[in-house]
């Protein structure tokens, strides 16, 4: 279901505006803006902003107006890191919100379930990498990209049901029981999808992953 479209209490949506503007303001604080300095790294951000929007566009509906789409942002947190995306996510929200409609008062949970959830699984699952498994090209392709894709979607996919019952008085049998098990196939979509475009992107561009450091991956140090 799109979020933009439900009908939340004015509770949830003042918890959400509460919980969002900090951590959206400690990501415009986080976020490397030196690397700007340079014109590569900012066009590879103002172009994943703009492919996520594109990936956002294409939905397919499923019974009773549950939506479906993927996302793209774990791909979004490996390419520039969890600050930059967290604020890139939320600009590639407010563009949506503005072009295709929705209600404004919703977009802090929209951010919320559709990009800071997706962004700490991803980056967990990055960080754990690093700590626990061997510093080998296929670790991060298959475990950080792969599983951290897939991991994410879900992530995102039931904080967006557990919002849709609990604040949006949709009915638990019916989310939990037509929406949450497509999550399992639109997840291997994310998963094939990140994994494909990373491994272009380290082999052709690596200077553009900002996750992906070569004498680690490469080189085994």
Known sequence: MDLTAVNFPAGWTAAGWAL??????????????????????????????FCLLVLWSIQ???GDGFTFHLLGVAAFTLLVGAPLALVGTGIAIAVNLAV?????ENAALVWLTM?????????????ISLRLLP???????FVVAFF?????????????????????DRPADLVFGEYVPYLLYL???????TGMALTLMVVYRPQWVASFDDARYLEGR
Do not use: D, K, M, N
């Open 20 to 49: 969002a503007a900090p951590l959206f303001l400690w990501a415009v604080r986080a976020a490397p803006w030196g690397r700007f300095g340079e014109s590569e790294p900012v066009h590879v951000w103002y172009g994943a902003i």
């Open 187 to 193: 997840a291997f979509g994310e998963a094939t999808l």
């Open 135 to 141: 510093p080998h090209f296929f670790v991060y392709i």
């Open 60 to 62: 397919a509906t499923v």
């Open 100 to 104: 295709r409609g929705g209600l404004w």
């Open 115 to 127: 990009a800071a959830v997706p962004v700490a699984a991803t980056w967990l699952v990055h960080r």
């Open 148 to 168: 951290g894709a897939a991991l994410s979607l879900a992530a995102a996919g039931i904080a967006g049901a557990i919002a849709l019952t609990a604040g949006g």
